[in-house]
């Protein structure tokens, strides 16, 4: 058993992911691949989001333990393949780190935000092959919403943005026109993703970012909803035999009793 203060060390924990994948460690963590261990890494990031979302500092803190085991461990997985260890990970980031921010680590002037992001995208660009997109380095597998935002950042990095809110407000509008002109089902589903990839675009330039806001809707939505249930289950009633308007009244009810508990607690609405 490791002491306290032992298992404060990183390196504490690089020794123990080596002992679990070990001839006599654990038969589970031993059969692990990268392949396999696809799923527990996306499962463990929605885990860090619901934490930060929740605003739960000790929930963060663990989840935050549960992604570092994914990481070491695909590192370990990669060292005993003899590709790269938790070494080179480091040094990878650290180096790119340094590289992309001489403003600090250099000589290089900024005069704000904006210079930042410019100069981070030409040291990317001097990175990338000549005939690589700027868009190439975001991940297709992301969520489409944070997808659409990410490209729109990319692409406003270099200029290719509205001038004014005024305008992609305007687009907006004319994009739900033309849902409305819309004839067949496939017209209706480009015109329908055109609307929302206009709303990332207007969410990401007020700094709202869309998954984030959407899984507090959500949340709030399941919250609403399930008391709804809870107040026809005291009262014995069901729900589904519930008139439209008996619904919405329950709906009120609801908002007003969980809206002001959270106000309460200092939370979003």
């Known amino acids: 058993m490791e002491a306290p203060e032992q298992t404060r060390l990183f390196e504490t924990l690089v020794d123990i992911i080596a002992k679990l ?13 990268h392949a396999s261990l696809r799923e527990n890494l996306l499962e463990e990031c929605y885990e860090v989001l619901d934490a930060l979302d929740r605003r739960d500092g000790s929930a963060l803190c663990e989840e935050l333990g549960d992604l570092l085991l994914q990481i070491v461990l695909h590192a370990r997985i990669a060292s005993e393949a003899g590709d790269f260890d938790i070494g080179d990970v480091i040094n990878g980031i650290s180096t790119k ?8 680590f250099d000589s290089a002037a900024v005069a704000g935000v904006q210079d930042v992001l410019a100069n981070w ?14 868009l190439d380095g975001i991940p297709k597998q992301m969520p489409a919403l944070t997808y659409g935002q990410s490209l729109q950042k990319r692409a406003a990095r270099v200029g290719f943005d509205w ?5 992609v407000i305007d687009k907006l509008a004319e994009e739900v026109n033309e849902l409305g002109q819309a004839g067949s089902q496939e017209e209706k589903e480009a015109e329908f993703g055109d609307i929302v990839f206009t709303m990332a675009n207007i969410a990401r330039r007020m700094g709202i970012d869309l998954e984030s806001t959407l899984r507090e809707t959500n949340r709030r939505f399941y919250r609403r909803f399930a008391y709804m249930e809870e107040l026809c289950r005291r009262r014995n009633l069901e729900f589904a035999g519930l008139s439209l308007a008996d619904k919405d009244h329950l709906w009120e009810e609801a908002k007003r009793a969980l809206d002001g508990e959270e106000n309460g607690r200092g939370e979003r609405t």
């Open 21 to 33: 994948r070990g001839p006599d460690g654990c038969p589970w963590d031993r059969k692990q691949t």
């Open 121 to 134: 995208e030409e040291l990317k660009k001097r990175e990338r092959s000549k005939s690589a997109s700027m």
């Open 97 to 104: 780190l340094i590289r992309r921010h001489p403003h600090v």
């Open 163 to 167: 001038s004014s809110d005024d305008g």
